[in-house]
């Protein structure tokens, strides 16, 4: 009897552990800033900004006592047709050097741990004489320095700068990651979505 009792005890304790634990998400995703470099682009036929690439740090939380599984960190750029992908450059930081990783690779979090990257978005610029008036000072060091791409400092010395611009280029864009899971069908599992703050 005494021994039945403290079966039953240890399997009540473990019940509401694990469901106290379910209240938590699983899953959190967030994004924070980073002080790696803003690059833009220029085309030569015009001399004038094309593309402009801000970096976010994206930190991808397990809370579970699970592992989790994705592919893919997808980036939807809410001012362009949803047709349309520009995707992003997905990278770790080893040794305070940014590495290019796969954004098309299996990707594991072990359970009740993180992973951090730095995403790379990469906003289309207009080519109206307003907006490009406003980036002609990085125009003008990239023909002095004779290149195509240059590092200009961080999203929140540009956001300073350029306040109206980034906002136009960012506004309502959001991350999301599909986990995978094997009890499916396809596979797949949920999908989470975040919006992206700067």
Same mark, same amino acid.
């Given at each position: 009897m005494?021994?039945?009792?403290?079966?039953?005890?240890?399997?009540?304790?473990?019940?509401?552990?694990?469901?106290?634990?379910?209240?938590?998400?699983?899953?959190t995703?967030?994004? !924070?800033?980073?002080? !790696?470099?803003?690059? @833009?682009?220029?085309?030569?036929?015009?001399?004038?900004?094309?593309?402009?690439?801000?970096p976010?740090?994206?930190?991808?939380?397990?809370?579970?006592?699970?592992?989790?599984?994705?592919?893919?960190?997808?980036?939807?750029?809410?001012?362009?047709?949803?047709?349309?992908?520009?995707?992003?450059?997905?990278?770790?930081?080893?040794?305070?050097?940014?590495? +290019?990783?796969?954004?098309?690779?299996?990707k594991?979090?072990?359970?009740?741990?993180?992973?951090?990257? @730095?995403?790379?978005?990469?906003?289309?610029?207009?080519?109206?004489?307003? @907006?490009?008036?406003?980036?002609?000072?990085?125009?003008?060091?990239?023909?002095?320095?004779?290149? !195509?791409?240059?590092?200009?400092?961080? @999203?929140?010395?540009? +956001?300073?700068?350029?306040?109206?611009?980034?906002?136009?280029?960012?506004?309502? !864009?959001?991350?999301?990651?599909?986990?995978?899971?094997?009890?499916?069908?396809?596979?797949?599992?949920?999908?989470?979505?975040?919006?992206?703050?700067?």
């Amino acid at each position: 009897m005494n021994k039945l009792f403290k079966i039953v005890i240890c399997g009540i304790s473990l019940l509401l552990f694990f469901s106290c634990n379910n209240n938590e998400q699983a899953i959190t995703i967030n994004c !924070d800033n980073t002080i !790696d470099p803003i690059i @833009v682009r220029m085309t030569r036929e015009d001399n004038s900004i094309i593309s402009i690439k801000f970096p976010q740090k994206i930190l991808i939380q397990n809370n579970s006592f699970f592992k989790k599984s994705f592919i893919k960190i997808e980036y939807r750029y809410n001012n362009i047709p949803l047709g349309r992908n520009y995707g992003i450059g997905l990278y770790e930081q080893k040794n305070e050097i940014l590495v +290019k990783i796969s954004n098309n690779k299996k990707k594991t979090i072990s359970p009740k741990n993180q992973l951090v990257y @730095v995403l790379y978005t990469s906003h289309y610029i207009d080519s109206t004489k307003s @907006v490009q008036q406003q980036l002609k000072p990085y125009v003008e060091k990239m023909l002095r320095l004779k290149k !195509d791409t240059l590092r200009i400092g961080t @999203v929140v010395e540009f +956001k300073q700068k350029h306040k109206e611009l980034f906002e136009n280029l960012t506004r309502n !864009d959001s991350v999301s990651i599909r986990f995978l899971n094997s009890s499916t069908k396809s596979g797949l599992g949920e999908r989470i979505a975040v919006p992206v703050k700067w």
